[in-house]
């Protein structure tokens, strides 16, 4: 289950990375630009009809803590948020990499807005030709996470929450 709280580490990561290779892809959005650290985008699902963006919310009988869950509806594109490496000397966000995934809203609930999976640390991942979100960081030396896809899961109330999953969800970003 996804939810907001202190830390979380998302990854973009298509290749391992090792000494001496190569440094990862770096992340575009919808227009074809780099993804940048700081700017505002949305995450949004790739296949049309099948909800909008990403949203903090509560899938439980409890008004906090939030989770995030996708959108019931495709044309509307959820809240902004950054991205922010754990190196902030890098501008562009690149795939492999260790990063913060920040929301762009206040809450009434009293907690981060930086996006967190109960129990567990997390990444994004290249997905044929758009992206998808893979929990399963690199930053943390005794750490043993269980990596896995994060995908819609529909929670008991019907709201469409984010958590890890055998099928992803195939995403893209687009600059708000």
């Known amino acids: 289950m996804l939810k907001m709280k202190t830390l979380l580490l998302l990854l973009f990561s298509t290749i391992s990375l090792s000494m001496g ?38 899938t439980r009988n409890e008004s906090c803590p939030l989770d995030v869950v996708q959108a019931n509806q495709e044309v509307n594109n959820g809240l902004p948020l950054t991205f922010t490496p754990v190196n902030p000397k890098k501008g562009v966000i690149r ?32 997905y044929e030709d758009h992206y998808k979100l893979m929990f399963c960081p690199t930053v943390c030396d005794i750490c043993k996470p269980v990596c896995g896809n994060i995908g819609v899961v529909i929670a008991k109330n019907g709201s469409r929450r984010l958590a890890i999953s055998e099928v992803p969800l195939k995403i893209m970003f687009k600059k708000a």
């Open 21 to 58: 290779q190569p440094s990862p892809n770096q992340l575009r959005d919808l227009d074809g630009n780099l993804v940048r650290s700081g700017t505002k985008y949305y995450i949004l699902h790739v296949i049309r009809g099948m909800g909008g963006g990403l949203i903090p919310a509560s």
């Open 95 to 126: 795939e492999s990499t260790d990063l913060n995934i920040i929301f762009l809203a206040a809450s009434t609930c009293i907690q981060s807005n930086v996006w967190m999976l109960e129990e567990y640390d997390g990444q994004l991942i290249k």
